[in-house]
């Protein structure tokens, strides 16, 4: 399909209001570590305008220093002049695929992401050959390659693809009461196919709220890996597919479980279809936000507590983060019974996954997921909480190679337990 994604040159004005201050250093995770002036946002701002006046071309050097960003936003977040710094390194990325071609990495992914049957089958590859392929680690905490692979380093730790995937499990609408509203559940294919307790969980929660919920079978990837790879034809192929997927039926909200998805579903649908494109992405919403809207808290204010107390922390995805949905889940994860929530310092910073980024910087990823490892260790908790499978990843494979004795889950499975809904059903 045809790139619809804007060209660099449409950021032309953006990149104009990049004003040299250099707020950005002070929240950069890569230049905290690499403290290279071409790896923060002011020089890829600096990268791209003269690519874009022809004062440079694309070489080595030039697409490793593009390559080396997390599109996480604490940048932007932060800029006084709102210079969207993500979307200029995307739309550089795809210059760079438009003049040099994609990545052999890229091209296998986007072949990957455009097929859902390949990606199904791949799945099921994993899941029925994972004893030959890979070996279990300690604590259930995921498994390791047996054997050497290409983009895989030994050492990184792989979760386990499910026996059963999510969208598979269910019936494409599960109804609720008559005045709850209804909402299309975005699956994402992190919690499709790897982390489907994640779904079982949300599903769970909203048929206790007596919501109205449907499940699209052919809705797709969220995009933004394609995103990351610097693939335009993907994003606007996926986001063709989401828009006919989740547009089909008229619903109140779209509930995202993955914060990455949340960033790729907003951004892509708003960028098709028009002004249904515009509305349906309005529609995009956490789903944190979603089941205290419609009383979940009520609900845990009635439950017992278990004798046994947990101490529990929270790491903020950066794409919740910028969206401003800090507070709700933890405030869901104070109202557990059972639970001794306690705040990690800067929970708020990026855990060093960045999408494409971790494949391709595998060391500097680990470098940055070390340090979100020492702040969580301070905490002295049993569990950190998330709200994003790809956080979940990251925030696992760090604490395996810090050796901490720490599980990593998402904030729906503790709310699901401490509800005891699996045992309710
Ligand atoms: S904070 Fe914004 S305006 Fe300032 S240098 Fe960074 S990108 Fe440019
Ligand atoms: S998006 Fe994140 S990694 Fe990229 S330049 Fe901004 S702060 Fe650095």
Known sequence: MKDRQPKLKDYLHDIQQCVKCGTCHAYCPVYDQERREPVVARGKMALAQTLLEGKTEIDERFMRNLSECLLCGSCSNKCPNKVPVEEIVAATRREIAAQKGLSLFGVGLTQVLRRPWLMKLGARFGHLFSAVLFRRIPQQSGLRLRFPAPYIRRDRTIPKVAPHFLRDSYPEFIPGAEDRPHVALFTGCMINFMFPQIGDAAIRLLKALKINIHIPKDQGCCGVPALSSGSGGTVTELAQRN??????????????????????LRSHLAKIGGEAGEELAGKVMDIHPFLIKYGIQEILAHTPAPAEVTRVTWHDPCHLRNIGVTAEPRALLRALPGIEFVEMPDADKCCGLGGTFSVYHYDLSLRIGAKKVDSIASTKAAVVATGCPGCMLQLQDSINHAGLNCRVCHSLELLDRALNLEQSE
């Open 243 to 264: 828009f006919e997927a989740l547009g089909r039926t008229k619903v109140d909200a779209v509930l995202t479980m993955c914060a990455s998805c949340n960033f790729g």
